[in-house]
């Protein structure tokens, strides 16, 4: 099974995170997708993927450092566009096969909304013309994100909606665009909502992830996440389906190479 997406390069792992890998490798992880959110954990994602030939890497900004793309008025800034024109450099990298975190966290809203809404569209743009997908964070925001993304266009490459957290109609729209959801420890949470979004969705359009070091899954909340716990997410998911684990496994696997995996062979 694979972690579609991780942070094995954050401060919480120590500098541990090819030891965290390898705990996940015992477990029955076979591959790690690592997400950068800023220029900084884009790179250390890029040195990960090279040491590791089951670690994939993302580049992105993440909507909480929109900031440094774009000002107030959501017009990107001369530091904006160098920063833009870096992503997309470390885009061509072949061990690179999606551009992400990217979105709207009108939650926390630690950068200011029209700046989250250009630093999307500039990363939505940079996207199709890397010919690669996406890795969309999203919070708060459903609504709007899809309004936005409506009225801008997917990349041709689509994505995934990771930590998914929409409603019914978030779902439907999902599919409807090619779009999957990613799913984690948030679904084994006694008062989750998201069993009913992941039956709706059906496998088929589903990811399995597990956000490490955040959003540890039932029993080991309040802990550091771990990708070596991604089978307990596996396991809920295939309880609500009620398919079996090893079919649930294969099904999401095959989705994971479909949308990063093969078609970046073709791209590179
Ligand atoms: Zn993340």
Redesign the pocket.
């Known amino acids: 099974m694979i972690d579609s ?1 991780v ?1 094995l390069n954050r401060l919480e792992f120590a500098g541990d995170g090819l030891v965290v890998a390898a705990r996940a490798r015992l477990a029955g992880v076979t591959g790690f997708l690592n ?1 950068g ?1 800023d220029l900084a954990s884009s790179r250390e994602s890029i040195a990960l993927a090279e040491q590791s030939p089951d670690i994939w890497a993302t580049v992105g900004i993440h909507p909480h450092d929109a900031g440094q793309l774009a000002d107030e008025a959501g017009r990107l800034t001369p530091a904006g566009r160098a920063c833009l024109e870096e992503l997309e450099a470390l885009s061509r990298h072949p061990r690179v096969v999606a551009i992400g ?1 990217i979105g709207l966290d009108f939650f926390r809203d630690l950068s200011p909304r029209p700046a989250q809404l250009a630093a999307l569209a500039a990363q939505l743009e940079l996207a199709a013309r890397a010919e690669l997908p996406v890795v969309f ?1 999203v919070r708060d925001a459903w609504p709007q994100l899809m309004e936005f993304v409506d009225q801008v266009g997917l990349p041709p490459a689509r994505g995934v909606l ?1 930590a998914f957290s929409g409603d019914a109609h978030a779902v439907d729209w999902a599919v409807a665009r090619g779009l999957r959801l990613g799913i984690g420890g948030v679904v084994t949470y006694r008062q989750s909502v998201l069993p009913e979004q992941v039956a709706r969705a059906g496998v088929e359009h589903l990811l399995l992830e597990t ?1 490490a070091p955040w959003l540890p899954p039932v029993p080991h909340r309040g802990s550091r996440n771990e990708p070596a716990w991604l089978g307990l997410v596996l396991d809920k998911v295939a309880g609500i389906l009620q398919m079996d684990p090893r079919d649930v496994e294969r099904r999401t696997d095959a989705s994971f190479a479909a949308l990063f995996l093969e078609r970046t062979a073709d791209a590179h």
């Open positions: 997406h942070h997400v959110y975190e964070h990771h956000d």
